[in-house]
C-alpha cells in the first residue's frame, strides 16, 4: 500500500484515481464501527486516496440477520461521520447503511456515496434482496425501486458505480449502470460463507469485469460467517488484487488510459443488440 504520495483527494492531471478498500470486520455495536471508520479514513488519508470504500452493512452488522433494530436515518451519526471526515480529508467514502424502511416496519439495505466535499452524492437502496440459500432477507429489509436512477460519481477520469452484494448474480443491474456511464462497478458486500460461495463471488467479479470492459472491485466484510476476499479486476479481466479473509486495508491506483485502450479492441458494448429495462416499468 502507498505511504504518503498526493495530499488525498487531489486528483492528477492525469486522471488516475487511487482508491483505499477496507476489509474490515463490523459488528452490531454502531460506536465500535463509528470507530472503525474513523481508521479507514487515517489510512486513507496517509495514502493519499481520493476515494475510500467500505463493505455493506458498514454501520451495523449481525450475522443472524439485520433489520430496523439496526438502522439509522440519513442525518444519524454513522452517515454524519462519513460527511465530516470526507469533507475534512477530501475523500471520497462509499458505505453500506442501514436506513429506516418506508414501510415503517422493515429497514432498508443501502450504500451512501459521499463526494469529497462531505456532500450526500446518492443513495442506493439494494434492489435484488437476499432470498436464496436459506436466507429471507426481505422478512426484515424492503428492497429499493428497480427503477431508480443509477448511482454514480465521477472522479478523475473515471465515473464509479455502485450495487450491493446479491446484486452481483445479476448482470442486467451492471450494464445498467454502464449505460449510465459506469467505468468502474463497485459492489460493497457482507457475501455470507458457505459451499462454493467464495468460488461464486470470484467468478461472478470476473464475469462483470469482462462482460463489461469495466474495472470491478467487491469489497467484502470480514468476520464470522462472511468471507471477505476483496478482489479488484481489471476490464480484461485480469485479477489485480485478491485478499484473503483477515482484516485490511489495500491502496490502488485506477489509471483511465487502460480501460479505453481494452475498450477499443474489444468494443463488446458497442456490438451489443439489447438494452436492459428494469422490470414493470
Not at 463526494?115 to 434482496?129: I, Q, T
Not at 469495466?214 to 485479477?239: E, F, N, Q, S
Request: proline share 7%; net charge negative.
Amino acid at each position: 500500500m502507498p505511504d504518503g504520495g498526493d495530499p488525498a483527494g487531489a486528483v492528477g492531471p492525469d486522471g488516475v484515481v487511487r482508491v483505499t478498500v477496507a476489509q474490515i470486520a463490523v459488528s452490531d455495536d454502531h460506536g465500535a464501527n463509528r470507530q472503525t471508520v474513523l481508521d479507514a479514513f487515517g489510512v486513507a488519508a496517509r495514502a493519499g486516496s481520493n476515494l475510500l470504500v467500505l463493505p455493506e452493512y458498514a454501520s451495523a452488522y449481525d450475522p443472524r440477520g439485520v433489520g430496523p433494530e439496526h438502522a439509522e436515518p440519513l442525518d444519524g451519526p454513522f452517515v454524519t461521520l462519513l460527511r465530516d471526515r470526507a469533507r475534512r480529508h477530501g475523500i471520497a467514502v462509499v458505505a453500506g447503511v442501514t436506513l429506516p424502511g418506508a414501510d415503517g416496519v422493515r429497514a432498508a439495505n443501502a450504500l451512501v456515496v459521499v463526494d469529497g466535499s462531505g456532500e450526500l452524492a446518492g443513495v442506493y437502496r439494494k434492489v435484488h434482496l437476499y432470498d436464496a440459500f436459506g436466507y429471507r432477507e426481505s422478512e426484515r429489509l424492503e428492497a429499493g425501486p428497480a427503477d431508480a436512477d443509477p448511482v454514480t460519481l465521477r472522479l478523475g477520469g473515471l465515473t464509479f458505480g455502485v450495487l450491493t452484494c446479491y446484486d452481483l448474480r445479476f448482470p442486467e443491474s451492471a450494464r445498467r449502470l454502464v449505460d449510465a456511464g459506469a467505468d468502474v462497478l463497485v459492489y460493497p458486500a457482507a457475501w455470507v460463507a458457505g459451499p462454493l460461495k467464495a468460488d461464486h463471488w470470484h467468478t461472478l467479479l470476473r464475469a462483470r469485469a469482462i462482460e463489461n470492459t469495466a474495472v470491478v472491485i467487491g469489497v467484502g466484510m470480514t468476520g464470522k460467517g462472511v468471507v471477505g476476499r476483496t478482489l479488484l479486476v481489471g476490464p480484461d479481466g485480469v485479477v489485480g488484487l485478491e485478499m484473503g479473509d483477515e482484516q485490511a486495508y489495500r491502496t490502488v491506483d485506477l489509471d483511465p488510459a487502460p480501460l479505453t485502450a481494452v475498450r477499443a479492441t474489444n468494443p463488446s458494448l458497442a456490438n451489443r443488440r439489447y438494452t436492459v429495462v428494469p422490470a414493470g416499468t
